[in-house]
């Protein structure tokens, strides 16, 4: 067994002293081989952050969304850490945060605001990690 494997049974068998047999568990590791997250750390260390990011298939749609003229999935990356950041400094500790950046849509001229929210947990070997979510996501 390896030592994440060893890290995980033992936090499940903490949680089922306390609440009884795990049925069942979804790793975050789990979650960035489905593709149900996407790894963004290596830009999100150049904006400044020190935990690994990551964000949900719907935010990963979002910052694709590059068919306007002079967007590329990095800057529209860039411009979301940028705002998250900002909060970060106003939030006064909290490990939720609500945000939303300025992007170009297909459908509109203008630049719109998206509802997102970030939070700082911890991750499969009780790491602090941050993930990125659609307001509308968990």
């Known amino acids: 067994m390896n030592p994440a494997e060893e ?3 033992s936090s499940n068998e903490r949680i089922e002293s306390d609440f009884g047999p795990v049925i069942f568990t979804y790793t975050r590791t789990q ?5 149900q997250l996407v790894d963004i750390s290596k830009i999100a260390r150049e904006a400044g952050f020190k935990f690994p990011v ?5 935010v990963n749609e979002l910052l694709n ?4 003229p002079g967007q590329s999935f990095e800057g529209r990356a860039w411009d979301m850490l ?17 945000f939303a950046p300025l992007f ?17 947990h911890a991750g499969d070997n009780f790491e602090p990690v941050i993930t990125v979510m659609l307001i509308s996501e968990d």
């Open 54 to 58: 990551a964000i949900t298939c719907g």
């Open 65 to 68: 969304d590059t068919t306007r």
């Open 31 to 35: 979650a960035l081989e489905d593709g």
């Open 104 to 120: 170009n849509a297909k459908a509109h001229k203008e630049l719109i605001p998206y509802e997102l929210w970030a939070k700082c």
């Open 82 to 98: 940028m705002v998250l950041r900002f909060q970060i400094k106003k939030s006064h500790n909290s490990d939720t945060i609500y």
């Open 7 to 9: 890290k995980i049974n």
